[in-house]
């Protein structure tokens, strides 16, 4: 079974730049998130959808920060503009769904955003 | 929000050493988790607990839910370098079941 696939893994921009992150999640699964992890910290909650609907964005910095998922399936992560302290490992993550209380996130390998 | 601590920040032993990790939270957890992530990639869930007192083993790796649901520890016997990685304790829970990760235990394993 394929797992999460995220792309690029590496990319390097410019301050006030815009940058588009990318995740396919695992078959099936209709809850997809994606987290900010800066270095040496633990990865915080930006968005969490459940099919194409949004559950959790009280994280999200709206202002420069938007995501969709379009159809339910394929995500993608929105920085505009970008700022220093965006600098971090983009991670998405997949689910099966809430209703299963033990159903377990699996991640992808993540983006990693320098902003110079 | 809560805030889970974890502890030490750092540390780096030698192959064959034991070692502990702790996750301690401002309020109860409604059900804990423990990950391993290895640099370049994702975390990887390795266990989770939901009763006080509960104790999981793994291999080497036993993980322990403390009576009153605030606090949790990983210890792993005899440490070997591929246990080298970022440890994290996560909270799930709420509606959406939420995952709330802590501030992460850095291991080294030196050979």
């Known amino acids: 079974e394929a797992g999460v696939a995220q792309s690029p893994r590496y990319k390097i921009i410019e301050k006030r730049q815009s940058v588009a992150f990318w995740c396919n999640p695992i078959?099936?699964?209709?809850?997809l998130y994606w987290y900010q992890q800066i270095l040496g910290q633990g990865p915080k909650l930006l968005i969490q959808?459940?099919?194409?609907?949004?559950?959790?964005d009280s994280q999200l910095p709206k202002d420069r920060f938007s995501a969709e998922r379009l159809k339910g399936v394929d995500s993608t992560l929105k920085i505009q503009p970008a700022k220093l302290e965006d600098s971090a490992v983009y991670l998405c993550?997949?689910?099966?769904?809430?209703?299963?209380?033990?159903?377990?996130?699996?991640f992808g390998p993540g983006t990693r955003l320098t902003v110079l | 929000t809560q805030l889970l601590e974890q502890s030490p920040q750092f540390l780096s032993i030698q192959e064959g050493e034991n070692l502990t990790v702790y996750c301690n939270s401002s309020?109860?957890?409604?059900?804990l988790q423990w990950y391993r992530q290895e640099p370049g990639e994702g975390p990887v869930l390795l266990v989770t607990?939901?009763?006080?007192?509960e104790v999981k083993k793994l291999k080497r790796l036993t993980f322990q839910f403390g009576d009153a649901r605030k606090d949790s520890s990983l210890h792993i016997t005899a440490a070997q370098p591929g246990d080298t990685g970022l440890y994290l304790c996560?909270?799930?829970?709420?509606?959406?079941?939420?995952?709330?990760f802590g501030t992460g235990t850095k291991l080294q394993v030196i050979p």
């Open positions: 993550a997949s689910s099966l769904g809430r209703q299963r209380f033990y159903n377990e996130q699996f």
């Open positions: 078959s099936g699964h209709a809850t």
């Open positions: 959808f459940q099919n194409n609907g949004v559950v959790d």
């Open positions: 309020s109860v957890f409604s059900s």
């Open positions: 607990v939901v009763t006080g007192g």
């Open positions: 996560a909270e799930k829970g709420g509606g959406y079941q939420k995952v709330t």
